[in-house]
């Protein structure tokens, strides 16, 4: 994976590049290199190359994995070019490309392309997904919260259920394509005579035409509304996990539903809270005193103060476990544990008094603790 190229760089675009960006650099270096067309030694391997990163970047789920994890975010996804085939092209690119590369056979009239690209418009479709993120606090977090967010959705319009049409009875079959939503074109070349299928330039590729346009979308099939809608947060999630909201995507196509709007989470850090799997941290000071002869102190949770009983010859670093005050599991709903880091503060100023309490705490010592570690090496 390490030696693999930016998808970004094998289409020679820029990270933000838009859709038709995208999708005309594709056809460009798709034509350029394809075998039958570039026999250069090296065209074949830049051809499933060019394939693979158009795979990614023209599927939106994809996209978002790969531009926020890299290659290593396309390991969950399944498939691809690896034998330089086109599963990632629709039929407008085959269309486009084959009349490049097959030119000299005197057209593609066999290859019935047209036929499932019209079903594939006029059918109802899902609307792609959307993504966003948002910044939420540590202990929302680990409680759970509810957060309200402004969201712009097209959302099909009740009065004509998406046709775009006053009424049932305004919408006839397009007499330009006759209803197949694509049209035929023509050309003669040195090579023969070639024909491609296109969009039907009256009906946009849907097959209908409308008579009479609905007054409530302006004929459009969906109306543009701004929604506040409230997301639930759940206990336990932690960063660059997702929540979804069903429905708030991209409109759907021909009455298809729209897509999902997936909102992925991050955590602001703590001031002294740390996550670890379900997890918390918290370091705690305490007197060399405190430490020597054991100490009962309140220790911060996420759930509020827990008593805490600190025991006599307590070290330094050492970990004290306050068991189910930890982080809920999303799956299980068991909650992890906190763990007390124990940090054993020295004081750089004393009393008078507190000096000459430790002089005459050293003075009974027959032996230093430094005394007993140099006789270790003797």
Same mark, same amino acid.
């Given at each position: !994976?390490?030696?693999?190229?930016?998808?970004?760089?094998?289409?020679? /675009?820029?990270?933000?590049?838009?859709?038709?960006?995208?999708?005309?650099?594709?056809?460009?270096?798709?034509?350029?290199?394809?075998? $039958?067309?570039?026999?250069?030694? $090296?065209?074949?391997?830049?051809?499933?190359?060019?394939?693979?990163?158009?795979? &990614?970047?023209?599927?939106?789920?994809?996209?978002?994995?790969?531009?926020?994890?890299?290659?290593?975010? #396309?390991?969950?996804?399944?498939?691809?070019?690896?034998? *330089?085939?086109?599963?990632?092209?629709? #039929?407008?690119?085959?269309? $486009?490309?084959?009349? %490049?590369?097959?030119?000299? !056979?005197?057209?593609?009239?066999?290859?019935?392309?047209?036929?499932?690209?019209?079903?594939?418009?006029?059918?109802? !479709?899902?609307?792609?997904?959307?993504? #966003? +993120? !948002?910044? =939420?606090?540590?202990?929302?977090?680990?409680?759970?919260?509810?957060? /309200?967010?402004?969201?712009?959705?097209?959302? #099909?319009?009740?009065?004509? $259920?998406?046709?775009?049409?006053?009424?049932? +009875?305004?919408?006839?079959?397009?007499? %330009?394509?006759?209803?197949? *939503?694509?049209?035929?074109?023509? +050309?003669?070349?040195?090579?023969?005579?070639?024909?491609?299928?296109?969009?039907?330039?009256?009906?946009?590729?849907?097959?209908?035409?409308?008579?009479?346009?609905?007054?409530?979308?302006?004929?459009?099939?969906?109306?543009? %509304?701004?929604?506040?809608?409230? &997301?639930?947060?759940?206990?336990?999630?932690?960063?660059?996990?997702?929540?979804?909201?069903?429905?708030?995507?991209?409109?759907?196509?021909? *009455?298809?539903?729209?897509?999902?709007?997936?909102?992925?989470?991050?955590?602001?850090?703590?001031?002294?809270?740390?996550?670890?799997?379900?997890?918390?941290?918290? +370091?705690?000071?305490?007197?060399? =005193?405190?430490?020597?002869?054991? %100490?009962?102190?309140?220790?911060?949770?996420?759930?509020?103060?827990?008593?805490?009983? &600190?025991?006599?010859?307590?070290?330094?670093?050492?970990?004290?476990? /306050?068991?189910?005050? *930890?982080?809920?599991?999303?799956?299980?709903?068991?909650?992890?544990?906190?763990?007390?880091?124990?940090?054993?503060?020295?004081?750089?100023?004393?009393?008078?008094?507190?000096?000459?309490?430790?002089?005459?705490?050293?003075?009974?010592?027959?032996?230093?603790?430094?005394?007993?570690?140099?006789?270790?090496?003797?």
């Amino acid at each position: !994976m390490a030696n693999k190229r930016d998808y970004y760089e094998v289409l020679g /675009l820029s990270k933000g590049a838009s859709d038709d960006d995208i999708k005309k650099a594709y056809r460009k270096l798709a034509k350029k290199y394809h075998p $039958d067309v570039n026999k250069a030694a $090296d065209a074949e391997e830049k051809f499933k190359e060019i394939n693979e990163a158009y795979e &990614v970047l023209s599927d939106s789920s994809k996209k978002a994995a790969y531009d926020q994890f890299g290659h290593a975010g #396309m390991d969950g996804f399944q498939g691809g070019f690896g034998s *330089g085939g086109f599963s990632g092209m629709g #039929m407008d690119d085959l269309s $486009d490309i084959f009349s %490049t590369f097959m030119g000299g !056979m005197g057209g593609f009239s066999g290859f019935d392309f047209g036929r499932s690209s019209s079903s594939r418009r006029t059918a109802p !479709m899902k609307g792609d997904n959307r993504y #966003m +993120s !948002m910044d =939420i606090d540590f202990l929302d977090a680990v409680h759970g919260v509810e957060k /309200l967010v402004n969201i712009t959705v097209d959302k #099909m319009c009740s009065h004509c $259920d998406g046709t775009g049409a006053a009424s049932k +009875s305004d919408i006839e079959t397009c007499p %330009t394509c006759r209803g197949s *939503g694509r049209v035929t074109r023509q +050309s003669r070349t040195p090579f023969g005579v070639i024909q491609q299928q296109t969009i039907c330039p009256d009906c946009r590729g849907n097959g209908k035409h409308i008579k009479k346009i609905c007054p409530h979308c302006n004929g459009q099939g969906y109306n543009t %509304t701004k929604e506040q809608v409230e &997301v639930s947060i759940p206990a336990g999630i932690n960063t660059g996990q997702q929540v979804r909201l069903q429905g708030y995507g991209e409109r759907g196509e021909n *009455g298809g539903p729209n897509g999902d709007l997936y909102i992925e989470i991050r955590v602001r850090p703590h001031k002294h809270f740390t996550r670890d799997g379900n997890n918390i941290h918290i +370091s705690v000071p305490i007197s060399a =005193i405190d430490a020597t002869l054991g %100490t009962t102190v309140d220790v911060p949770t996420a759930y509020g103060d827990v008593e805490l009983n &600190v025991p006599a010859g307590t070290q330094p670093g050492q970990q004290l476990r /306050l068991k189910g005050y *930890g982080i809920k599991d999303l799956r299980t709903n068991n909650l992890g544990d906190q763990y007390v880091d124990i940090q054993i503060e020295i004081p750089k100023k004393l009393t008078k008094e507190e000096k000459e309490l430790y002089e005459k705490l050293a003075h009974r010592k027959k032996e230093s603790v430094f005394d007993k570690f140099k006789k270790s090496f003797k």
